[in-house]
């Protein structure tokens, strides 16, 4: 167990490195080793870094297989302002074999509140979704594109197709329930 930390600390300091070839042996060793108190760091580095490690990043954020770090990214999105760095840990997100389900109501909200490419971020994401879903999940996803659609009269029309798009997949997902979420063309 002190073996693991050592390994840890050392590689979260060459992961603070600005040198390139640190940073990436650093993410393996993370890899390897990480726990999701590293997620903090790492998703840090994203904010100012190249692209090819930002690339590098988004794989390992993508590769994560703990099904707590979903709500670590929930939480992350929740409270981040940077529409840009969002949009990165969106990707990883949907690049991700992590169950999200439980989250629908909350991307179709990051959706409805962010510019297209938010929307269409989590578009991707919720088409990925296995279902089914909470009954209660879908009513306030519903709820949340009611209000999207009565709100948005002068939202440009590729997010309005991105939000049509995402009422469709919530009314196929529950068709039982009386669901008139058609966004008007």
Known sequence: MQQKKVKLSEAMKQFQSEVETDILSALKVLEQQGDLSIL??????????????EKAILLFLADIQKPEAATFFIQFLA????????????????????????????????????????????????ENMQGPFEEHHLLESQLLLKEYVEESKQEDE????????????????????????????
């Open 158 to 185: 590729q997010k309005r197709q991105i939000m049509s798009e995402i009422a469709w997949f919530i009314k196929e997902q529950n068709e039982g329930i009386d669901a008139d979420l058609l966004i008007e063309d």
């Open 79 to 126: 409270e981040e302002k940077d529409a840009q760095l969002r949009q990165k840990v969106l990707t990883s997100i949907w690049n991700s074999k992590l169950p999200y389900d439980d989250h629908l109501p909350f991307f179709v909200m990051l959706a409805s509140t962010g510019d297209f490419m938010q929307a269409l971020e989590c578009l991707t994401i919720i």
């Open 40 to 53: 903090p760091q790492v998703i840090e580095k994203l904010r100012r870094c190249d692209l090819t490690i």
